[in-house]
Antibody, heavy 120, light 109 residues
Framework: QIQLAQSGAEWKQPGASVRISCKAS????????VAWVRQAPGQGLEWLGW????????KFSQTVQGRVTFTTETSTATAYMDLRSLKLSDSATYFC?????????????WGPGTRVTVSS | VLTQSPLNLPVTLGQSASISCTSS???????????LNWFVQRPGQAPRRLIY???ARDSGVSGRFSGSGSDTDFTLKVSSVEADDVGVYYC?????????FGQGTKVEI
């Protein structure tokens, strides 16, 4: 059964950094990519970026480019998202999702989400 | 830009419902495929994909869900709506970078 498990909720102050993990199971991790999507409270879905699990190539949306890093650890089938210089507007639920290996096509399976709250 | 309509859709159990998704540009990829997906998000849950590449149903998705369309105009149809179908439905294009989502359509009984 294909699953993505994410790390727990985080509470951060403005200017801090947060790392979210996404552990995959049930499929060959290196054959796919991982996408990151967030959803502010009561709002729609916003694509943040994508990383190839095999090559580490990454692509980012302009919203977070320069503040975000995506990494993967194939030995543990885990993807990570690091978001720096947090702003109040970064408060959202962050989802990882299985994506294609080419960044084309979209996503299929989603993780349960990680709630990040940025507040002073 | 993906524009969904309507944004709110009250439905009657047993009736059909349709959601439209219109793209500001063609979603035909250079490989000839159209990467238009449909997701449903139930309250407090992660989105779940229902349809990919316009009309292909994901494994385990009821045959009551069907997708159609081409180029810039797409439709998700739910036939014989059931109580479990409530949620917010999103279209998403994976043809152009960055992938984008529609605003979402809230379906309620």
């Amino acid at each position: 059964q294909i699953q993505l498990a994410q790390s727990g909720a985080e509470w951060k102050q403005p200017g801090a950094s947060v790392r979210i993990s996404c552990k995959a199971s049930g499929y060959i991790f290196g054959n796919f990519g991982v996408a990151w999507v967030r959803q502010a409270p009561g709002q729609g879905l916003e694509w943040l970026g994508w990383i190839s699990a095999s090559t580490g190539d990454s692509k980012f949306s302009q919203t977070v480019q320069g503040r975000v890093t995506f990494t993967t650890e194939t030995s543990t089938a885990t993807a990570y998202m690091d978001l720096r210089s947090l702003k109040l507007s970064d408060s959202a639920t962050y989802f990882c999702a299985r994506a294609s290996s080419s960044a084309v096509g979209g996503v299929s399976i989603w993780g349960p989400g990680t709630r990040v709250t940025v507040s002073s | 830009v993906l524009t969904q309509s309507p944004l709110n859709l009250p439905v009657t159990l047993g009736q059909s419902a349709s959601i439209s998704c219109t793209s500001s540009q063609s979603l035909v990829h250079s490989d000839g495929k159209i990467y238009l997906n449909w997701f449903v998000q139930r309250p407090g849950q992660a989105p779940r994909r229902l349809i990919y590449k316009v009309s292909a149903r994901d494994s385990g998705v009821s045959g009551r869900f069907s997708g159609s369309g081409s180029d810039t105009d797409f439709t998700l149809k739910v036939s014989s709506v059931e109580a479990d179908d409530v949620g917010v439905y999103y279209c998403m294009q994976g043809t152009h970078w960055p992938p984008t989502f529609g605003q979402g359509t809230k379906v309620e009984i």
